[in-house]
């Protein structure tokens, strides 16, 4: 069983950064894929970035160029640094593990809230 662990959310005014990072409390260095998801109030939860066991990445288009996923295997983190903040950013963002196949797993963080004041 993998815990993730998430922190350094917060308020911040519009073309701010941010940084957060999920910890998981065991090796994330076999998922398969780690990603970073938000939900509005009122909205469904959507991806906003993710990282594969390769490091390959992806990105919403309407973050791309201003975050950066990035995962750090040996100390079983994964970090989403947020640049340029626009209030439209404001959400409660959560970490996402996932391994396929045998042994496969599915985790989420505990969310955290991110509010970005215009």
């Known amino acids: 069983q993998v815990q993730l662990v998430q922190s350094g959310g917060g308020l911040v005014q519009a073309g701010g950064s941010l940084r957060l990072s999920c910890a998981a409390s065991g090796s994330i260095s076999s998922s398969d894929r780690m990603a970073w998801y938000r939900q509005a109030p009122g909205k469904q939860r959507e991806s906003v970035a993710s990282?594969?066991?390769?490091?390959?990445?992806n990105y919403a288009d309407s973050v791309r160029g201003r975050f950066t996923i990035s995962r750090d295997n040996a100390k079983n983190t994964v970090y989403l640094q947020m640049n340029s903040l626009k209030p439209q950013d404001t959400a409660v963002y959560y970490c996402?593990?996932?391994?396929?196949?045998?042994?496969?797993?599915?985790?989420w963080g505990q969310g955290t809230q991110v509010t970005v004041s215009s």
């Open positions: 996402n593990a996932v391994k396929v196949g045998p042994g496969g797993y599915n985790y």
């Open positions: 990282i594969t066991k390769g490091g390959f990445t």
